[in-house]
């Protein structure tokens, strides 16, 4: 799953990556409170360093969105 996620996304597998997603998932909770648009930015540090590999993919998604009248994504966590 890991590989075919990659070849989607367009990222590469560098050491930080795998040494993310070698480890065990967390267990899921469930939500109980509305979702939390700025939930991921405790996360910031980790996508970040992705963010140039990964813009190529939000541009193409975001194409995808605007052409379904859908609210885009943005990868700059300063707004």
């Known amino acids: 799953m890991v590989n075919r996620l ?22 899921s909770r469930y939500t109980v409170s509305k979702p939390n648009e700025v939930k991921w930015h405790k996360h910031a540090d980790d996508i970040l360093q992705y963010a140039p590999q990964l813009q190529p993919l939000v541009n193409n998604v975001n194409e995808h969105l605007i052409a379904s009248a859908s609210s885009q994504i943005n990868l700059d966590f300063n707004r």
Not at 12 to 25: F, G, M, S
């Open 6 to 27: 990659l070849q989607f996304s367009g990222l590469v597998l560098d050491q930080h990556l795998e040494a993310k997603v070698t480890q065990p998932l967390a267990t």
